[in-house]
């Protein structure tokens, strides 16, 4: 299955300034899925990245909070945007891992502390 | 909206007990899918179940995802350290449809 590194694995922003989150893949895939953990909780999906078209964000997230790049089948980033203590979180991504099982491969994650 | 709720949300077991771990919804999912996340790292995926009534074994792990294919639990028998972390589920709505629904998460510890 894939494997994704995803960098950088934690950093501490001051409120206010932004954050970009790299994330490659050793090979190609079609969709890329951006999720956010908040301290001690599940996962909650923030976007679908395809290359070549548009991010597709989930209800509460927007493009201006959380752009999203996908410049190829291999590659993404997520910004977080004029970043507040609320946005203290671990950042995931995932693709699609194997397709005979639909399981996910995710990334190690980020985590987040705004200041 | 799909929910998935899991229960319990924590649980707290002495090495070599058996646990049961529930995951259920109101709602209809093509195949549920179980990860363990442990700090640090992102989920891993433990299992895919999809046929309802389906039972999958791992070791001493035993998946069964239920027959009107709402529900899904986990079973780990003797526990080991090895087994903490958090255990999450989800749902896939429709084949084809790669948006997973994550569960509310339950956090598993087991005491040396």
């Known amino acids: 299955s894939a494997v994704i590194s995803q960098k950088p694995s934690r950093d501490i922003c001051q409120r206010g300034t932004s954050l970009t989150i790299q994330c490659q893949v050793d090979s190609q895939v079609t969709m890329m899925f951006w999720y956010r953990q908040q301290p001690g909780q599940s996962l909650t999906l923030i976007a679908t990245a395809n290359q070549g078209s548009e991010a597709t964000y989930e209800s509460g997230f927007v493009i201006d909070k959380f752009p999203i790049s996908r410049p190829n089948l291999t590659f993404s980033t997520l910004t977080v945007s004029n970043m507040s203590p609320e946005d203290s979180s671990i950042y995931l991504c995932s693709v699609v891992g194997d397709r005979n099982n639909y399981g996910y491969t995710f990334g190690s994650g980020t985590r987040l502390t705004v200041v | 909206t799909q929910l998935l709720e899991q229960s319990p949300q924590f649980l707290s077991i002495q090495e070599g007990e058996n646990l049961t771990v529930y995951c259920n919804s109101s709602s209809v999912f093509s195949s549920l899918q179980w990860y363990r996340q442990e700090p640090g790292e992102g989920p891993v995926l433990l299992v895919t179940?999809?046929?309802?009534?389906e039972v999958k074994k791992l070791k001493r792990l035993t998946f069964q995802f239920g027959d009107a294919r709402k529900d899904s639990s986990l079973h780990i028998t003797a526990a080991q350290p090895g087994d903490t972390g958090l255990y999450l589920c989800?749902?896939?709505?429709?084949?084809?449809?790669?948006?997973?629904?994550f569960g509310t998460g339950t956090r598993l510890t087991i005491i040396p």
């Open positions: 179940v999809v046929t309802g009534g």
């Open positions: 989800a749902g896939a709505p429709d084949f084809g449809n790669e948006k997973l629904t």
